[in-house]
């Protein structure tokens, strides 16, 4: 399979804090890479270093056949992050706007300063906005307030904005931690269907074990800065997991499954 991102032993440090120690891993295209691990383990640090919101202390980050980590000016920066798609916990939408003009925001690395200040889409932008939102079900909704949304169809405007950058990678930073189990598996199915019908290279950031084991393809557990799992789901057993989270394994299940929240 043909590797969209590859990250040679990444580091980041704040002062003495170790935020991430040695974090090692690759990423194929059309693979669903689900990352694992506790609270303060350094999972929102990793994917803040790939789409550098964050500099890292050392390691490499090697995307699309340039090193992520060594880039420096701002041109270069604004044509990594057009390729690099990113889907918050937090949503990340401007409430006061419409379902549409959020999700046309994900044109805006595209687009000249004046351009982008004016609102000035093409009729194309447009177009595929609508057809993205028709694909998340909210095509009714394009002249609702993004704030009036519920999470769950906040977090679906979030896919379409992220997809309308035509991104080869895309990072999921905690997408359902903030939603109930039913918004969360239809977050979790779309970003699994839109993976796999783009080849997209998804990274997904989660709490929850059991959802990990049934989205991902492979799975990267993080303890404490470190690697200490990087597998097909099927190899990770309740040793493991209880390795990495440091508790026993009855605390770690939210009632997913065979693929249902319940």
């Known amino acids: 399979m043909e590797s969209i991102l590859r990250i040679e032993h990444l580091r980041k ?7 991430v120690e040695d974090v090692s891993f690759s990423v194929n295209k059309g693979e669903l890479v689900v990352i694992i691990g506790p609270s303060g383990a350094g999972k929102s640090t990793v994917l803040r270093c790939i789409n550098r919101m964050i500099d890292p202390t050392d390691g490499s980050i090697w995307f699309e056949g340039a090193d992520i980590a060594k880039l420096t000016s701002e041109k270069e920066l604004k044509a990594l992050r057009r390729r690099i798609g990113m889907i918050f916990q937090s949503f990340n ?3 006061r706007l419409s379902v549409f003009q ?15 200040v004016l609102g000035k889409y093409s009729e194309e932008d447009k177009r595929k906005a609508l057809e993205l939102l ?5 095509k009714d909704m394009i002249y609702k307030r993004a704030g009036d949304l519920s999470g769950g169809q906040k977090q679906r405007v979030g896919i379409a904005r992220a ?58 557990g993080i303890h404490k800065g470190e ?24 605390e770690l299940t939210v009632g997913l499954e065979k693929g249902k929240v319940s």
């Open 13 to 19: 440090y704040y002062g003495e804090t170790k935020a």
């Open 93 to 95: 939408l401007v409430y």
């Open 102 to 116: 959020n999700v046309l925001h994900g044109r805006l690395g595209y687009m000249s300063t004046m351009d982008a």
């Open 134 to 138: 028709d694909m998340i079900g909210l």
């Open 163 to 220: 997809l309308m950058q035509d991104p080869a990678l895309l990072l999921c930073d905690e997408p359902i931690a903030s939603l109930d189990p039913a918004s969360s598996k239809i977050i979790m199915d779309q970003i699994q269907k839109m993976t796999k019908e783009r080849e997209i290279a998804c990274i997904v950031n989660l709490h929850q074990v059991d959802v990990a084991k049934t989205y991902a393809d492979r799975i990267v």
């Open 227 to 250: 690697v200490v799992f990087d597998d097909v789901p099927e190899k990770l057993d309740e040793a493991m997991i209880e390795k990495i989270y440091e508790m026993p394994i009855q």
